[in-house]
């Protein structure tokens, strides 16, 4: 009875050991294999960096042909092959799950690439369900560690649907949409900076369109210098005070001299007029410096002979 009860006991833990390896093994090749890595390449991405779609949510109907706006959060966008800290370029995922984020993202239909640098493009898609994803992805086209990537979203296009109304408001002023915000990726208030330092614009809920472009919930950018905000129901002024970014940049390489300065991003639309509501910046100070380092001081107590 003993050994009977012993054998027993034995086959039914090599039967259970033998459930527990196959039964993940029948699952993983039911659920299509194993997921992308999380980990994501060599390039590291800032924390809080996000990318997302402006303008367009899960469940939206759209025409077989549209702009797709691309938003960036906490991260500069640089084209390809450029090797600049907390940047990288947009990559659109149609129709296919999200790539190998260890590994250079594909190059076809479905994994298009903006390696010019560019935040929205023109896409056609045939009448019918499809899913939409973004990836930010660095120099080499692989993502970032940890990815910076979208949510799914899954949008309706139709043949046909009815044009967007874009009414104009009291002065000609175009509308902007609910919580766009305009704000400095760099530097930040109390920042000391170098003399010919590299201002990073950054933009949410709203596109990039050049000057003379006008399509809804787009402008460009103006940085203003040590003055005040402008009339906010007329054309920006172009000067020294008032720098104009029409070519749709989303950054620029300025001279300061050294001392203390105001800096504010206003945007503006086709026409360089602010928005109804506008949408500016908070104002920074920051202090230019030969080095852009603070100055040194010597400590109290110390005396040199």
Known sequence: ???????????TMILRLQLSILVPFFALLLLGGPAPAASGGPTASPPGAEVYFIGLKDGDTIPTKSTIHFGLRGMGVAP?????????????IIDSPTPALDAEIPNDF???????????????LTP?????Q?????????????PVI???IKVKVVEQMPAPTQASVAGGRRPSPKDAKVYFIYPKDGNYIGPNPVIRFG????????????????????????TDLPPLDQPIPNDFQHLHFGAGQTEAKI????????????FGDANHVPHDPPVYSQEINVTVTADGRPPHRRRRGHHYY
């Open 255 to 266: 001279t300061l001299t050294t001392g203390k300065h105001r800096l504010r991003l206003l």
């Open 80 to 92: 390809a092959g450029s090797d600049r800290a907390n940047s990288g370029h947009h990559h659109l």
């Open 128 to 132: 019918g369900e499809h899913t939409l």
């Open 150 to 152: 979208s949510e799914r």
């Open 1 to 11: 009875m003993t050994y009977g009860w012993t054998f027993a006991a034995g086959v």
């Open 134 to 146: 973004l990836v930010l992805g660095d120099k080499s086209h692989i993502p970032h560690s940890p």
């Open 110 to 124: 479905q994994h298009l690439h903006f390696g010019a640098g560019q935040t929205e493009t023109e896409l056609t």
């Open 203 to 226: 933009l949410l809920n709203m596109g990039i369109a050049p000057a003379g472009f006008d399509k809804l919930n787009t402008g460009h950018h103006h940085l203003m210098v040590d």
